[in-house]
């Protein structure tokens, strides 16, 4: 996919943000349990990415140097892509723009936590250079990518 850009989260495109429409069996993979008690808020990176006038995707980051687990210091949190525009490339451009800005803020690592499932997200996490390390208490994935 082409022309691809990245635009901050806003109320002009928040609504179509919103409205993604993932393939079916992917909403249950959305948001691991993990995720909310070990982030603040305030330290989240929320951005949408368009490819051409079509807002194609969704991603939240995390940027928290004081995190009390080292895997939400630097971490993708949330990230959907139009079912359309799966495959693309959109994803991985996506994560690419994290880890440039997580780099940019001098950390050496961005992680990924995902849950498990036959249509869950581990073969593109690790498809783009996160490799395994771990586990949440949760029992959800913990994939760390060298920056």
């Given at each position: 996919m082409h022309?691809?850009?990245l635009e901050e989260l806003n109320a002009k495109n928040a609504v179509?943000?919103?409205?993604?429409?993932?393939k079916r069996g992917q909403e249950a993979f959305l948001v691991p349990a993990s995720n909310e008690a070990y982030v603040d808020q305030?330290?989240?990176?929320?951005?949408?990415?368009?490819a051409g006038d079509e807002l194609v995707a969704y991603i939240m980051a995390?940027?928290?140097?004081?995190?009390?687990?080292?895997?939400?210091?630097?971490s993708v949190l949330r990230?959907?892509?139009?079912?359309?525009?799966?495959?693309?490339?959109?994803?991985?451009?996506a994560v690419d723009q994290v880890a440039a800005e997580g780099?940019?803020?001098?950390?050496?690592?961005?992680?990924?936590?995902w849950e498990q499932g036959e249509l869950g997200?581990?073969?593109?996490?690790?498809?783009?250079?996160?490799?395994?390390?771990?586990?949440?208490?949760?029992?959800?994935q913990i994939g760390r990518r060298p920056l």
């Amino acid at each position: 996919m082409h022309d691809l850009r990245l635009e901050e989260l806003n109320a002009k495109n928040a609504v179509a943000a919103n409205g993604l429409t993932l393939k079916r069996g992917q909403e249950a993979f959305l948001v691991p349990a993990s995720n909310e008690a070990y982030v603040d808020q305030s330290s989240t990176w929320t951005r949408v990415v368009y490819a051409g006038d079509e807002l194609v995707a969704y991603i939240m980051a995390n940027f928290d140097p004081e995190a009390r687990a080292e895997e939400y210091r630097c971490s993708v949190l949330r990230m959907h892509v139009a079912a359309t525009a799966q495959g693309q490339g959109v994803g991985t451009y996506a994560v690419d723009q994290v880890a440039a800005e997580g780099k940019r803020r001098g950390f050496d690592a961005l992680y990924a936590i995902w849950e498990q499932g036959e249509l869950g997200p581990e073969p593109f996490f690790t498809a783009i250079g996160f490799e395994v390390v771990g586990q949440t208490e949760f029992g959800d994935q913990i994939g760390r990518r060298p920056l």
